[in-house]
């Protein structure tokens, strides 16, 4: 069974960038889904991006433009590049990989295992 480990969150100013990775670890990302969420606060866990391996890549329009969703096949990592960070966007960041279809493939119950999260916090 695959194992996740995020790391690479903080502390920055709005307009910083932070690079998200996950790490996976008994297991390859190679016949998976993987995606990003984030839970705000009082809030739901919302979708960020995602990408199945090969392509295609998906991401929310809160973020589109600004994140983007990318893979080290050699080491075996997933990342998340955040450019012009908004105090909105502050969240635990969670990693998770699953086998959603097309039409799931923003639903976080479409996934089935699921990292500790990294906290991200921009100051504004």
């Known amino acids: 069974q695959v194992q996740l480990v995020e790391s690479g969150g903080g502390l920055v100013q709005a307009g910083d960038s932070l690079r998200l990775s996950c790490i996976a670890s008994?297991?390859?990302?190679?016949?998976?889904?993987v995606a990003w969420f984030r839970q705000a606060p009082g809030n739901e866990r919302e979708f960020v991006a995602a990408?199945?391996?090969?392509?295609?890549?998906y991401y929310a329009d809160s973020v589109k433009g600004r994140f983007t969703i990318s893979r080290d096949a050699a080491q075996n990592t997933v990342y998340l590049q955040m450019n012009n960070l908004k105090p909105d966007d502050t969240a635990i960041y969670y990693c998770?990989?699953?086998?959603?279809?097309?039409?799931?493939?923003?639903?976080?119950?479409?996934?089935?295992?699921w990292g500790q999260g990294t906290q991200v916090t921009v100051s504004s």
């Open positions: 008994g297991g390859t990302f190679r016949s998976y889904s």
């Open positions: 998770a990989v699953g086998r959603p279809i097309q039409s799931t493939i923003r639903t976080a119950g479409a996934y089935h295992t």
């Open positions: 990408r199945k391996w090969d392509s295609p890549t």
